[in-house]
């Protein structure tokens, strides 16, 4: 399956910015929350902002995947999306603005492309009968 792989890169993707967060912890010996820590604030927000994100694009990838969306237009999804989060996250630990953005950008072309799949390759027959 072509989400799993995607899914396991972004999970890495993940992981590592899980570590970000608990260097920061440590150095600051901050058990909760972010201790007006702006190191842990910036890497509390760069981890917050993928594990709001990643997941919904998954699901849409996996159900555009069961609906029989195109092998390529898959790829191109999955692609875009890992790009753009690996932007977006290194663009908000490193404060720069320009990466930050072209990260959701290529975000929000990923899943603009995975609705529209899931929309012409919605099986509308086994829906309304």
Same mark, same amino acid.
Request: proline letters at 2%; one cysteine or more; charged letters at 15%.
């Given at each position: ?26 150095? !600051?010996? $901050? ?8 190191? #842990?604030? &910036?890497? %509390?927000?760069? *981890? =917050? ?19 029989? !969306?195109? $092998? ?8 875009? #999306?890992? &790009?753009? %989060?690996?932007? *977006? =996250? ?31 390759? #919605? ?7």
């Amino acid at each position: 399956m072509i989400t799993a792989l995607y899914a396991s890169l972004l999970m890495l993707l993940l992981m590592w910015l899980t570590v970000q967060v608990i260097k920061q912890r440590r150095t !600051g010996k $901050i058990a909760y929350a972010d201790g007006g820590v702006k190191e #842990l604030q &910036i890497a %509390r927000s760069a *981890h =917050g902002n993928a594990t709001e994100t990643i997941p919904i694009s998954l699901i849409l990838m996996i159900l555009l995947e069961l609906n029989g !969306g195109n $092998i390529y237009l898959l790829h191109v999804c999955g692609l875009v #999306l890992l &790009i753009g %989060r690996i932007l *977006h =996250g290194t663009g908000i630990l490193n404060e720069n603005f320009d990466n930050r953005k072209r990260g959701m950008v290529l975000t929000f072309v990923s899943q603009v492309l995975l609705i529209a799949g899931n929309l012409i390759y #919605l099986p509308f027959d086994k829906i309304f009968g």
